[in-house]
């Protein structure tokens, strides 16, 4: 490949694999609804300090995070594209950093090539391009510090090295900003051993205290901010989001110390067959300085994510860009030595992940369909699948040649995946698309009321209502019901029949339930039988006149 198509090339695939797909299918919930109406309740508010949701105070994250959400909405608007495009673009600088940096470690074209292109065709690094929470942005600050390290410590000149460490501290204060203190410790993780193997530890006494100074000036000031409007803020942000999961035997998402080894296997694909040659390279010339600057970069977040009692999957997204430097690397010596035996078994291991997947979409779509007259939804799945078996046949039978077919099977599978969701799915998971086929008629009610919060939160948003009252819910806004402003905002089932009576008198009332069970049909059976009602999968909307009894 010609040297100057590899960054236009890059750019084309973002646009076309991250882009592109971000407006074809609902929010998801809980996430993307949580994270799009924290980020509008600043735009409407005015309050860019302390993080609300819907109007209680929500102090389980930073803000920056919420900032470049607001942003893309303050830019694109309340749409699915403005609440997405913060996690596009993280993700789309974050491969433009493995580029980088692979460039910088290996000075080969077709390395750094490989390299970027392996990072941006993970499935789950495309994925969560595309959907709208906080791990790609705190991925791509926690990226950031490690390449800026990187350059600091490769730099030949002072000048160069004091900016690559003011960069350092900048990326380290934005993840702080982000999600917290663990932007500082990951860094030192890696610079710590790494520097002291090396001898060059004065470095660190030298210029490490530059980055510190860069990161305490970038965070102070929101710091002091949010203590002075929100003085409980710290005690509850450090210890319950920090220490109690990290250690407390009740943390949440508790899961086996083991729990992220399968997990790195299953997100290095489409390139898993290539990950035990790699890492094997990898471990014989460990004593090279940039290949144990990345063993570091891989091993030290994972091992630390493993010995935390709350484990999320997206959690180890900081270890897939070293992967993928490791994966490129000794990819494209494999296609200088002409050895295309590995590349050939991953094409053929895709392959038939792609078949067994077609003919069990065929056999439960004729024994028990999932999809009831969706042809166009079926018609899309069929695309992607069949796009990533010709890709991945393709790298089967000539591995050398078109050692790069997979990255485009997989961008244009994770690309088409979402608008191709069953509707049965989409009813039950992405409510804010019925809310958006209601919303005039909700539009027009005095008060809204909903026994879910993500049901709430995707009725919040699009209406630009964040005062949803919440009936017999509770969750992760306990901490927020509990102050006395946003008592008022909770509803037991013993007195929604008050509730109900008192908001009828100031004006019309819209009602969005999440019907599971029995518990919430007799959550039902206390609101008044007056309402008209539309149904779609578990969800119903009741709109109840006012003054009627």
Not at 4 to 33: K, N
Not at 97 to 115: G, N, Q, T, V
Not at 138 to 162: E, G, I, K, P, Q
Request: glycine share 6%.
């Amino acid at each position: 490949m010609s040297k100057r198509w590899v960054l236009p090339l890059l750019l084309g695939l973002f646009l076309l694999g991250y882009l592109l797909p971000m407006g074809t299918h609902g929010l998801w919930i809980p996430d993307e609804t949580r994270y799009a109406q924290i980020s509008q309740d600043m735009l409407l508010s005015g309050n860019w300090i302390s993080p609300h949701f819907m109007s209680l105070r929500y102090f389980e994250k930073p803000v920056a995070g919420y900032w470049m959400i607001a942003l893309g909405q303050a830019l694109f608007g309340d749409n699915l594209f403005g609440v997405r495009i913060a996690s596009a673009i993280s993700t789309g600088l974050s491969v433009m950093l493995c580029y980088l940096i692979a460039r910088r470690l290996w000075d080969e074209p077709r390395k750094s090539f490989a390299c970027a292109l392996l990072y941006m065709s993970f499935t789950v690094v495309a994925g969560q391009a595309g959907y709208a929470n906080l791990d790609p942005q705190f991925t791509f600050w926690v990226n950031l510090s490690l390449v800026a390290l990187w350059f600091a410590l490769d730099s030949a000149t002072r000048a160069r090295r004091l900016i690559a460490w003011a960069t350092l501290g900048l990326a380290c204060g934005m993840g702080f900003l982000t999600k917290g203190f663990l932007a500082w410790l990951l860094p030192v993780l890696i610079a710590l051993p790494w520097m002291l193997w090396q001898k060059r530890w004065r470095e660190l006494l030298i210029y490490g205290p530059l980055a510190i100074a860069v990161a305490i000036a970038v965070s102070l000031p929101w710091a002091l901010a949010v203590h002075a409007q929100e003085p409980d803020y710290w005690r509850f942000f450090f210890w319950h989001e920090h220490i109690r999961r990290f250690a407390s035997e009740d943390a949440q998402h508790d899961a086996p110390w083991w729990f992220y080894l399968p997990l790195l296997v299953a997100f290095s694909l489409p390139w898993v067959v290539l990950l035990p040659s790699a890492l094997r390279q990898a471990w014989q010339t460990r004593r090279q300085a940039n290949i144990t600057f990345l063993l570091l970069w891989l091993l030290m977040p994972l091992l630390f994510f493993s010995l935390s009692n709350g484990k999320l999957p997206t959690y180890i997204m900081p270890c897939l860009l070293p992967l993928a430097l490791l994966l490129g690397h000794a990819l494209a010596d494999r296609l200088r030595l002409e050895q295309g035996r590995v590349l050939g078994l991953n094409g053929l291991l895709n392959l038939m992940l792609g078949l067994t997947t077609l003919f069990t979409l065929v056999y439960l779509q004729l024994k028990k369909p999932l999809y009831d007259h969706e042809l166009h939804n079926l018609v899309l799945v069929f695309i992607g699948l069949i796009g990533w078996i010709m890709a991945n046949l393709l790298q089967a039978f000539r591995p050398l040649q078109c050692w790069a077919a997979p990255a485009f099977g997989s961008l244009l599978l994770v690309g088409v995946l979402p608008a191709a969701i069953p509707e049965s799915v989409v009813a039950n998971k992405m409510p804010d698309q019925f809310v958006l086929e209601h919303a005039r008629e909700l539009g027009e009610t005095a008060r809204l009321l909903s026994n879910d919060l993500g049901a709430a939160s995707a009725l919040a948003w699009r209406l630009k209502r964040p005062d949803v009252a919440l009936y017999n819910t509770i969750g992760e806004l306990k901490y927020g019901l509990a102050y006395p402003d946003g008592a008022s905002q909770r509803v037991d089932p013993d007195r929604v029949q008050q509730w109900m009576h008192d908001a009828r008198q100031r004006g019309s009332v819209g009602v969005l339930m999440r019907v599971k069970g029995q518990d919430e049909l007799r959550e039902i059976d206390r609101l008044p039988k007056d309402g008209k009602r539309y149904e779609q999968g578990n969800l119903v909307i009741l709109i109840f006149p006012q003054g009627a009894t």
